[in-house]
């Protein structure tokens, strides 16, 4: 089948399980994951979703997310757009609900998992509902729309860190002068104006003209703002860099929202956004752009004290935090903070970092697949989900094996925290470490490493940590992870029919958990930031 026929099939086999196209009120995507507003959340099918081969897990949020991993999700979304366009322009489709069969896939067969491979997906799914509950704080919704704003931004963060390395790469080797100008030219344009499309997205999120939000964001990258003096100091273009953009497109929303109630309707088109414009600009030149461009020194500075004098013991102490605080949904805090570092330094040096806490979870997922011999349910959802965890995504690992088990989380934590000592003892001794980009972690990170020391020794670092991560990862949890009963309920034959394995190859448990996007993921991703019996947020 040709690459654009399977996605094709993809996107037809999702929607009738979704409650087909008159359910479905918008379509965007991430890193990993379809991200679907419905109209009816009863429509949806989960059970039959999650047994399509391409998921790997759904998560229930704000949007309802179908992960089908990396690279999958942008081919398969375009294809679901103009499926549902054809659909409503067609006939009116009869919704297909929760009693639906399948999709007609020929392997889409009915979810029939094994004891202990259902156990785990109702455990995961009740820590998910927990974890959904205690998210719902108005901190907690603030940091998701902080999220919602750096998250469409990877893409381009991801291909101009790409680039950006590839052009140092080829300076340090003096290797075709006439092409890396224009490669510093595109990889480095998008950065420069990064702050434009801060403040458009912010102003969008925030229920305010995205063009406005653009429009006062863009004054923080003018040139002429070199002209101006501000608390007795000249201001320099780029001050207070995202960090700004995000306070002035903010401003800018709440601004145009008092014009809309206040200015009369016949004057609106043309005093609302001038008021919008002007009160929020000088806000911005005259006390926005400074107190904000303190605020991103103080966040580089910080960053830089802590792992030079910090060292293993900062490594340490955030590799073993980082996969709770996904779980507490505070991972999206570490957005902007990424991203200031980026436009600061060209490199965020937590993101290498953090990435160790995906590595102590493949190597806790490998020791359980060891621990269990005889159950094969788990076995082969670990082999399912660990391709993904060694790309950085991990929700299939965390939620499908070792959260629902309890111990294996807390030693998957222990193995992050060692490989992200290792990496920190580096800065400490001045071998810096840093990604060009938000976004993806595990292996994935590697074409976006730079350093102070050359590419071969950050590369060479990073690889260590992932090394030492999944090793501890493993000893951890082989040793530690089980107790008497944790084996003696788990360590038994969950062998499930012959015919139901040949008729779909993998267990609902393999195919109904899906990892997070990475640390801002990103889509953070975050990372930015799921899965699907227990519908894990976005993150490793």
Not at 230 to 244: E, H, I, R
Not at 359 to 370: E, L, N, R, T, W
Request: overall charge negative; charged content about 10%.
């Amino acid at each position: 089948m040709a690459p654009e026929d399977k996605n094709r099939a993809t996107a037809a086999a999702i929607l009738p399980l979704v409650g087909g196209a008159a359910n479905v009120a918008s379509i965007a995507h991430c890193m990993t994951r379809l991200r679907l507003g419905l109209h009816d959340r009863s429509l949806v099918d989960d059970e039959a979703l999650k047994a399509l081969p391409a998921v790997m897990g759904v998560v229930e949020d704000d949007t309802y997310q179908i992960v089908l991993g990396p690279g999958t999700v942008a081919r398969v979304t375009p294809q679901f757009e103009q499926l549902v366009e054809e659909v409503r322009a067609t006939a009116p489709e009869p919704a297909a609900g929760p009693g639906a069969g399948p999709a007609p896939a020929p392997d889409s067969a009915p979810a029939s998992a094994t004891a202990s491979a259902e156990e785990l997906a109702a455990q995961g799914a009740a820590i998910k509902a927990r974890r959904k509950a205690k998210n719902a704080t108005p901190f907690k919704l603030f940091l998701r729309r902080i999220a919602n704003i750096f998250v469409p931004l990877i893409p381009a963060l991801i291909g101009c860190g790409i680039i950006a390395g590839l052009n140092g790469l080829l300076v340090n080797l003096g290797w075709l002068p006439g092409v890396t100008p224009a490669l510093a030219a595109m990889a480095s344009g998008f950065m420069a104006l990064i702050a434009v499309f801060v403040g458009h997205n912010t102003a969008k999120e925030f229920g305010g003209t995205p063009i406005l939000g653009g429009a006062v964001a863009a004054i923080i990258v003018f040139p002429g703002v070199a002209n101006i003096d501000a608390f007795g100091q000249t201001l320099s273009p780029g001050q207070g860099g995202v960090l700004g953009a995000l306070g002035a497109a903010v401003l800018a929303v709440y601004v145009e929202k008092w014009c809309r109630r206040w200015v009369p309707e016949a004057l609106d088109v043309l005093v609302t956004p001038t008021l919008t414009v002007l009160i929020s600009g000088l806000v911005t030149i005259f006390g926005l752009m400074y107190v904000a461009g303190e605020v991103s020194s103080a966040i580089g500075t910080f960053a830089d004290w802590l792992l030079s004098n910090g060292g293993a013991g900062a490594g340490f102490v955030l590799g073993g935090l980082f996969l709770p605080l996904v779980m507490l949904g505070l991972h999206q805090a570490l957005i902007p903070i990424h991203t200031t570092l980026i436009e600061q330094q060209g490199y965020t040096v937590l993101l290498p970092i953090l990435a160790m806490a995906g590595a102590g979870q493949v190597g806790a997922a490998v020791a359980v697949y060891f621990r269990l011999p005889r159950n094969e349910s788990i076995r082969r959802t670990v082999k399912s989900a660990l391709p993904a965890g060694l790309l950085g995504v991990g929700e299939p690992l965390i939620y499908g094996v070792s959260l629902p088990l309890g111990r294996p989380f807390v030693t998957a934590c222990v193995g992050g925290a060692f490989g992200a000592g290792f990496v920190g003892l580096f800065h400490q001794l001045g071998d810096t470490v840093g990604s060009t980009a938000i976004g993806p972690s595990g292996w994935a990170l590697f074409p976006l490493l730079d350093g102070n020391h050359g590419l071969g020794s950050t590369i060479a670092i990073y690889a260590g940590g992932l090394l030492i991560g999944y090793v501890a990862g493993f000893v951890a949890t082989y040793f530690f992870g089980f107790g008497k009963d944790l084996l003696a309920e788990f360590n038994v034959s969950q062998e499930p029919a012959p015919s139901t394995v040949a008729a779909h190859g993998n267990t609902p448990a393999a195919t109904a958990t899906a990892g997070p996007d990475g640390p801002a993921g990103p889509d953070s991703d975050g990372t930015d930031p799921g899965a699907s019996p227990a519908k894990a947020p976005a993150g490793v």
